[in-house]
Structure formats: C-alpha cells, structure tokens
C-alpha cells in the first residue's frame, strides 16, 4: 500500500500504514481519494469491516462522536489557511 496499487483508473497511495494487534491497520493519507482505503484493501483480498478517521490535516477528531461538530479554534483555522496559501 505504501509503494501504491493500481486500482481501475486510479494509482492509490497510501503514506504510512502500520499493522497492530487484532488485525487492526493504521493507515496514513496525505491526499485521499474516493473509499480509497477500502479499494486499496480489497485489491489486497482484504475487506474493511470498520473505518475511523481520527485527524483531518492538523485538527485532531478525538472526543467527537459520529455525526457531532465542533467550532474550530483561532489557531486551527490559521493552521488551515496556511496548509491552502498558494494553491488554486
């Protein structure tokens, strides 16, 4: 996953992917594309029971439940504007 996987049209990359107990798998994207963990895994023969998204960029998702929200603080939506100056 971490060399990428041709899958259909898409070359599908992951940055970092580390296998831990229970047959759990962190897996690390820099850019992700559509259930692109999921396609990954069933080329591989694999199939996803469970996926949890536990950060987005530099805002960590801890303590958030499916389906609630947060307002962002100062620092993280600097952060953001930072992470976007430039591109287009």
């Known amino acids: 996953m971490e060399k990428g996987i041709q899958v259909?049209?898409?070359?599908l990359k992951a940055s970092k992917v580390c296998f831990e107990?229970?047959?759990k798998?962190?897996?690390t994207l820099k850019q992700g594309k559509?259930?692109?963990?999921?396609r990954m895994l069933g080329m591989?023969?694999?199939r996803?029971?469970?996926?949890?998204?536990?950060?987005?960029?530099?805002?960590?998702?801890s303590g958030l439940k499916s389906g609630e929200w947060r307002?962002?603080?100062p620092d993280e939506v600097s952060n953001l504007k930072g992470l976007t100056r430039g591109k287009t």
Request: charged share 35%; aromatic share 6%; no cysteine.
């Open 71 to 73: 307002k962002l603080t």
């Open 44 to 46: 591989l023969g694999y």
């Open 21 to 23: 107990k229970d047959n």
């Open 8 to 11: 259909g049209k898409d070359y």
């Open 34 to 38: 559509n259930r692109q963990i999921r």
């Open 48 to 61: 996803a029971e469970r996926l949890k998204r536990i950060r987005i960029g530099t805002i960590k998702l």
């Open 25 to 27: 798998i962190t897996v």
